[in-house]
């Protein structure tokens, strides 16, 4: 119910104009983390990210990572998400 709520108090996050090489536009960090930010406090969501896994392929690098979504008023209301980087 908590990420519901967080996700209806949000809008899409536009991409910016930067591009990597030309090639594709990029959503940044802290836009992201501007945008969610009020919205976690606001519905008492804590996000605590953790590394799985991190590889180097040539010149990239690449990142597994779980993130986890706790409720504060109970912590053991909790899910774990994991992203590929």
């Not at 591009?19 to 945008?35: C, I, L, M, P, W």
């Not at 409720?71 to 994991?82: K, T």
Request: glycine content about 4%; hydrophobic content about 35%; proline content about 4%.
């Amino acid at each position: 119910q908590r990420m519901h709520a967080v996700m209806a108090d949000l809008s899409y996050i536009q991409k910016e104009k930067k591009t990597v090489n030309g090639q594709y536009r990029f959503t940044s960090h802290d836009q992201v983390a501007e945008k969610i930010h009020d919205c976690l406090v606001k519905h008492r969501l804590l996000a605590i990210p953790s590394t799985i896994d991190i590889t180097q392929e040539g010149n990239r690098t690449v990142v597994k990572l779980i993130v986890q979504y706790t409720n504060i008023d109970n912590p053991s209301d909790c899910i774990g998400v994991m992203f590929p980087g």
